[in-house]
């Protein structure tokens, strides 16, 4: 621990999944983590509550479109380290708010690439599978982008930015290409989240359906506190790269809802065909 305890960290989307596990996981190391935290009326800070007291994490109330605010932030910080993972996250969403979409994940990048230039800050870049999109699997490092959503083409503005400031301005900033990963602390609204509280609820008796889209798409999903490390590993390299982070298995919903169901002690059967 006492080797990290000089260390700053900066995240952004710290309320996220991803921000509040990489949180709890760098304070566990002996950083002293600052947070970007989006104003909300609301002010849903569940997801950091075992950390909210810790008198090395600090929230600081930002916005990836205000640039002159992620300029101060910095500034003020001077964090050793930055994991970018800020996101409007959801990529059915970024088809009704493509504009705001590209506003934070792509252009929001650019603010903080912009920020840290000509400084030795490292940078993590949040990047996606979905950048993949209608390629061919297994993809790699070397795959070819071809994006099918806002969400995945801004995710892809963002990923050539860090190789430009890498490239250009010898910034130590890398990609993370990471497929699917989920913990308890996954939204809701995805598909994982869905099935697991359907499930919880049906065991309980206040649910006795659980609606699902396509039963046979397939995803590679992961257990995010592993890819979290992965992300903490990319900063600890003496140079910056591209790094996919996969399981290398992909599963289908159906598979993932029988496990899910499995695990609480109901067995399902299947019956009938297609989706
Ligand atoms: P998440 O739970 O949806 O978290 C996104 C975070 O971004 C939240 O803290 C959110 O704040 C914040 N945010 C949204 N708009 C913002 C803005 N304008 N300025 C600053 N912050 C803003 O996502 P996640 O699952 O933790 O994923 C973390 C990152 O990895 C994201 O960039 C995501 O796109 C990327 N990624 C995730 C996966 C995955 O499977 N989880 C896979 C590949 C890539 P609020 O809580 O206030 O909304």
């Known amino acids: 621990m006492r080797e990290f305890a000089t260390r700053k960290a900066f995240i952004t989307g710290i309320t996220g999944q991803d921000g509040a596990i990489l949180a709890r996981f760098l304070l566990d190391k002996g950083y002293t983590?600052?947070?970007?935290?989006?104003?909300?009326?609301?002010?849903?800070?569940?997801?950091?509550?075992?950390?909210?007291?810790?008198?090395?994490?600090?929230?600081?109330?930002?916005?990836?479109?205000?640039?002159?605010?992620?300029?101060?932030?910095?500034?003020?910080?001077?964090?050793?380290?930055?994991?970018?993972?800020?996101?409007?996250?959801?990529?059915?969403?970024?088809?009704?708010?493509?504009?705001?979409?590209?506003?934070?994940?792509?252009?929001?990048?650019l603010r903080l690439l912009e920020a840290i230039r000509g400084t030795d800050i490292k940078f993590y870049q949040a990047s996606s599978s979905e950048m993949f999109g209608s390629t061919a699997a297994p993809q790699n490092e070397n795959t070819v982008?071809?994006?099918?959503?806002?969400?995945?083409?801004?995710?892809?503005?963002?990923?050539?930015?860090?190789?430009?400031?890498?490239?250009?301005?010898g910034v130590h900033a890398s990609n993370g290409i990471l497929f699917n990963h989920e913990s308890p602390l996954r939204g809701e609204e995805f598909v994982t989240r869905k099935i697991t509280r359907s499930v919880a609820a049906i065991i309980h008796g206040t649910q006795t359906e659980l609606t699902i889209g396509n039963l046979d798409a397939k995803r590679d999903w992961g257990h995010a506190a592993d890819y979290i490390e992965g992300m903490w590993l990319m900063l600890q390299q003496d140079k910056p790269d591209?790094?996919?982070?996969?399981?290398?298995?992909?599963?289908t919903v159906s598979q993932f809802i029988t496990a899910a169901f499995a695990c609480a002690g109901i067995h399902l059967e299947w019956h009938g065909e297609g989706t």
Not at 73 to 99: C, R
Not at 242 to 251: F, H, N
């Open 33 to 109: 983590v600052h947070g970007l935290q989006l104003y909300s009326a609301t002010n849903d800070t569940e997801r950091l509550t075992q950390i909210r007291n810790n008198p090395r994490f600090h929230l600081h109330h930002g916005d990836l479109t205000d640039g002159g605010n992620l300029h101060r932030l910095i500034s003020t910080i001077q964090p050793h380290e930055i994991y970018n993972l800020g996101a409007q996250s959801h990529v059915k969403v970024s088809f009704d708010v493509p504009e705001a979409t590209a506003n934070i994940n792509a252009l929001g990048t």
């Open 145 to 169: 982008f071809a994006p099918c959503s806002p969400y995945a083409s801004a995710k892809l503005y963002a990923y050539w930015l860090v190789h430009n400031y890498r490239d250009s301005y």
């Open 242 to 251: 591209d790094y996919v982070l996969a399981s290398g298995q992909s599963k």
